[in-house]
């Protein structure tokens, strides 16, 4: 096993070992590990990896946590996490986006309850409309609610 550090941080690299029950994304057909990646020009790096055939999970994004980022899967199969921490400028702008995501998820969730009750309604008015057939059948009234 080897470590490479680096500032602060620091990446374990070692080999498939069944043993260690550490096995390779070849052999499991399945990543084994997630990677980040910070970059300095992400929309450069985004294009170059998309222009070499590797296959992007998640596209190009900003994220309500101040980083865009996106995700591929390598030929190794191994998941690639690349991220760019935004400028102040376009922070300000996600946020401002995702607050008004926000209020517009809250006036949909109560246009959406409000469209339930309006279903509910008309569904008790279609059952006592059909109770009322049926009570004026069985009583032989020409129509329910209709007086002769």
Known sequence: MAWLGFGDGFVMIGRAD?????????ETAKPT???NLHVDE?????????????????E???TFWRYRRYEAVA???NRWHIMQKLTHQAAIRVESIYSRKSIIDGRLAQLENVRSRHIAAQFAYSVRTRELTA???TWGLAS?????
């Open 42 to 58: 992400i929309d450069a790096h985004y294009q170059r990896a998309v222009s070499q055939g590797e296959r992007i999970v998640t």
């Open 60 to 62: 190009l994004d900003d």
């Open 33 to 35: 590990a997630m990677l």
């Open 135 to 137: 009570i004026s059948s």
């Open 75 to 77: 030929s190794e199969r």
């Open 18 to 26: 069944a043993a260690q029950r550490q096995h390779s994304p070849s």
């Open 144 to 148: 329910a609610g209709r007086s002769s």
